[in-house]
């Protein structure tokens, strides 16, 4: 398995993981087309076998007003296949280790039981747009002390989700 920054001609491969990944959401397609389509800054990366890419994660931007203050993780997918196998825990530990990430404060909307193995830990600050009451936000190397809605991409709001895909949790994969 080789981990890599996916050539843009890897592209149409990521689009179509995130749809297997995603069964009935065209939302996780649609946002990394988008944030790739209006050149948004992204730390992304695909494992790759054969050719072919059975894993992705990227993260985008995390605003304070227009400031940056972080990064969020999503999506990240396996392809259903190599689900369960530990390609997810190696992708986002080898993401955890480059130098676009390593130091800075992350953000992820998630299972909290998967993402807590890697350091995230519940978020009460700042407060997540999409997660009533912060429930599945956890962050690491956060030291925000006030309170103010974390700002996301345009995308993540124009990319709009499905009816299958609303309420449930990004960046789980």
Not at 39 to 56: F, P, Q
Not at 73 to 87: S, T
Request: charged share 25%; hydrophobic share 40%; aromatic share 10%.
């Amino acid at each position: 398995m080789k981990i890599q920054k996916p050539a843009i001609e890897a592209r149409p491969k990521i689009y179509a993981l995130l749809r297997s990944s995603f069964p009935g959401s065209e939302y996780e397609a649609a946002l990394v087309q988008k944030l790739h389509e209006n050149d948004r800054s992204i730390h992304e990366w695909a494992c790759i076998i054969g050719g072919k890419v059975i894993a992705y994660i990227a993260f985008t931007n995390a605003y304070h007003g227009r400031d940056v203050c972080g990064l969020h993780l999503a999506p990240m997918a396996v392809a259903p296949e190599f689900q369960g196998r530990g390609v997810g825990l190696e992708l986002l530990r080898f993401a955890l280790r480059q130098e676009a990430i390593s130091s800075r404060t992350l953000f992820v909307l998630g299972e909290p039981a998967y993402y807590s193995r890697f350091g995230f830990e519940p978020c009460s600050t700042p407060i997540c747009p999409f997660d009533k009451n912060n429930e599945h936000f956890l962050s690491m190397r956060n030291t925000a002390t006030d309170s103010f809605v974390v700002g996301y991409e345009p995308e993540f709001t124009t990319a709009a989700p499905t009816a299958a895909t609303k309420g449930r949790k990004r960046g789980r994969r």
